[in-house]
């Protein structure tokens, strides 16, 4: 167990970040302990078992403000190229071709069970660029209530993924009560009409660095209560201003609490407080 001196509680919380991808084979833990040492903890968030299980163990190694989110990503339901500009990714983050999994609803239950591990995900629906449309919706949507269905049972809340599919997701959420658990819309990219029906689930918002250099979420925004809103980086993917080309990482999620606070007229201060208790409380993280 790594025990880093730093504040008892977090300045800042990046509530969704990949240090167990292989962008940081390398120098993972060197990246984990700077920003801890610079008061911001995180949440590693796996997207198929082995690099959930990744997730885990690097979780396990700090005694505190390094997290788990353990589900299986709708993208890895079947095999296709994700090329490295789709992700925003920087020079020395490549693209993949996904690994096809099926959901192994005991393998993740056990790992769910680790008391490090705070959320089930990201799981979700992506219907970007995809192939055998019926057939793979229906395969998303099944995995998907899978994996709230260990949401309920594990009592974690649920880390969700979802491009160009919310109409749908947000059927799934209702079918199956699942404002019984809560959980956060991570990467949120909809409209305020969206956003309203999440947060009357219960849901939080979660916003990454594309706020910096894009301005159609400002409305959103805006109008999102801040006892609601979260930050994440998406880590090694989409660096923010002023790191755009450079692969993300935990620390840059300050410039997403920044812009946060340009576009509500808010001090720095508020947004970061608000921001980080809001991950406290739905994450229980201690």
């Not at 990454?208 to 801040?226: E, R, S």
């Not at 080309?245 to 808010?266: D, M, Q, S, T």
Request: glycine content about 6%.
């Amino acid at each position: 167990m790594n025990s880093i001196n730093f504040m008892s509680k977090p300045y800042l919380i990046d509530v969704h970040t990949h240090i167990n991808f292989n962008a940081f084979r390398e120098d993972g833990h060197e990246v984990v302990r700077r920003t801890l040492e610079a008061g911001v903890w995180m949440v590693l968030v796996g997207s198929q078992i082995d690099t959930s299980r990744r997730a885990v163990e690097y979780a396990r190694h700090y005694e505190r403000g390094v997290y788990a989110a353990v589900g299986l990503h709708p993208i890895h339901l079947g095999e296709m190229e994700v090329d490295r500009d789709e992700m925003n990714a920087a020079d020395g983050v490549p693209g993949f071709t996904t690994r096809k999994e099926e959901f192994d609803y005991q393998a993740y239950r056990d790992l769910a069970l680790d008391p490090k591990v705070v959320a089930i995900g990201e799981c979700g629906l992506d219907y970007y660029r995809l192939r055998d449309t019926e057939e793979i919706k229906k395969k998303q949507a099944e995995t998907f209530r899978k994996q709230v269905a260990l949401a309920r049972e594990v009592k974690r809340p649920l880390m969700i993924h979802c491009r160009n599919a919310y109409e749908d997701l947000l059927a799934i959420l209702r079918e199956e009560r699942a404002n019984e658990i809560g959980g956060d819309i991570h990467f949120f990219a909809g409209d305020w009409e969206i956003a309203k029906q999440f947060l009357d689930l219960g849901f939080y918002l979660s916003f990454t660095g594309v706020i910096t250099f894009a301005n159609q979420y400002d409305d959103t925004i805006k109008k999102v209560p801040l006892n609601r809103i979260m930050i994440e980086t998406d880590a090694p993917y989409v660096a923010p201003v002023p790191h755009r080309g450079k692969r993300n990482e935990p620390l840059y999620v300050e410039e997403v609490a920044r812009r946060i606070a340009v576009i509500k007229g808010i001090a720095l201060e508020e947004a970061v407080h608000a921001t980080s208790e809001n991950a406290l409380r739905l994450f229980r993280l201690s």
